[in-house]
């Protein structure tokens, strides 16, 4: 059964820094991995998804990377700002065409001005 | 347009009562999902539908009742809920095709709260 973890569960930066959330899995027979963003009592919106073909994936100052092999994929985010604080979803689908989602448990982010 | 909406956004039922949630979709996608998230914790699945047919139940207790009437519009019938059933509900929808797996694309969810 496949596992995600993020940790820590909680991160707070000043504003300006550059930052990595980590995700890792157990499976490392995904098709992608998803990145999401959720703002309290909100609903999920998709940051980047990765295929794994792919590496990288890039949209302006995002940066998700996956390494399939050891089971990680990192979210860089340049430049932080304080409309940056949220929490921050890792989710994967398990193999078949069902589409269904193993979500981390997130990272809230809180972005100190 | 990327857009799933939800309707209501906020919803206090009584544990008697009967409603209904509903979701909207406009991008072609031909599968639909229901969610259910508590507080600080990810979501979880509760339904999916693919080309309008049930594909998947969690296990869900029968008092949620899904129906999806045609492919752009997914609905989620409640009816006898405990206040343990009070979470955020949210929606997503995807495209289907194959064995692969495609980006889902969530909804802003309704606030349900049972009394």
């Known amino acids: 059964k496949q596992e995600v973890t993020q940790i820590p569960a909680a991160l707070s930066v000043p504003e300006g820094e550059n930052l990595v959330l980590n995700c890792s899995f157990t499976d490392s027979a995904i098709y992608n991995l998803q990145w999401f963003r959720q703002d309290p009592g909100k609903g999920l919106t998709s940051l980047l998804l990765?295929?794994?073909?792919?590496r990288e994936q890039t949209s302006g100052r995002l940066n998700a990377s996956l390494d399939k092999s050891s089971g990680r994929s990192t979210l860089y985010i340049a430049a932080s700002q304080p409309g940056d604080s949220a929490t921050y979803l890792c989710?994967?689908?398990?193999?078949?065409?069902?589409?269904?989602?193993?979500f981390g448990k997130g990272i809230t982010l809180s972005v100190r001005p | 347009d990327t857009e799933v909406t939800q309707t209501p956004k906020h919803l206090v039922m009584g544990m008697t009562n009967k409603k209904s949630l509903k979701c909207e979709q406009h991008m072609g996608h031909r599968a639909m999902y229901w969610y259910k998230q508590k507080a600080k914790k990810p979501p979880e699945l509760m339904f999916v539908?693919?080309?309008?047919?049930?594909?998947i139940n969690e296990s869900v207790p029968s008092r949620f009742s899904p129906e999806c009437p045609n492919s752009s519009l997914l609905n989620l019938h409640l009816h006898a809920l405990q206040p343990e059933d009070s979470a955020l509900y949210l929606c997503?929808?995807?495209?289907?095709?194959?064995?692969?797996?495609?980006?889902?694309?969530f909804g802003p969810g309704t606030r349900l709260t049972v009394t």
């Open positions: 539908y693919s080309y309008e047919k049930l594909s």
């Open positions: 997503a929808s995807s495209r289907l095709g194959g064995v692969s797996s495609y980006e889902q694309y």
């Open positions: 990765i295929q794994s073909s792919q």
């Open positions: 989710a994967v689908p398990e193999t078949g065409a069902n589409s269904k989602l193993t």
